[in-house]
């Protein structure tokens, strides 16, 4: 499998009992990078994450942005850039809580 099929390769976590030391979850990552996504008109933008180790690609090889609502589900079976931040199931229950439940649109100066 390759580096791109890999990145692509992603479990969902909906249940925190799921939750185990020995595996990866890419929002515990120093990596992975909250961003603005401009969208609509003027100083309108949407957070998205992307992994700055290069990861996360599409098959043509651009890179992949997700939503930040989604961040907490990225899970990948296999990562040689990982670096974690701190106790995986703490962060990703304590994550889970402040999410959006849904893509939110924000004004502001960029």
């Known amino acids: ?3 791109a099929q890999a990145a692509d ?3 969902t976590i909906d249940n925190p009992a799921d939750l ?3 595996k990866i979850y890419c929002a515990n990552c120093v990596h992975c ?3 603005r996504s401009k969208t609509g008109s003027g100083s309108q933008y949407c957070l ?3 992994c700055d180790a290069g990861m996360w690609k599409k098959k ?4 992949k942005i997700y939503k930040y609502f989604t961040v907490a589900r990225r ?3 296999s990562c040689s850039f990982y670096e974690p931040m701190g106790d995986p199931r703490e962060f990703i229950k304590e994550l889970k809580k402040t999410l959006p439940i849904k893509d939110e649109v924000y004004t502001g100066s960029n």
Request: net charge negative; glycine share 4%.
């Open 1 to 3: 499998m390759s580096t």
């Open 9 to 11: 390769v992603f479990t």
């Open 20 to 22: 185990t030391t020995d």
């Open 33 to 35: 990078k909250l961003i």
């Open 48 to 50: 998205r994450v992307r």
């Open 60 to 63: 043509l090889g651009e890179e």
């Open 75 to 77: 899970s990948p079976e």
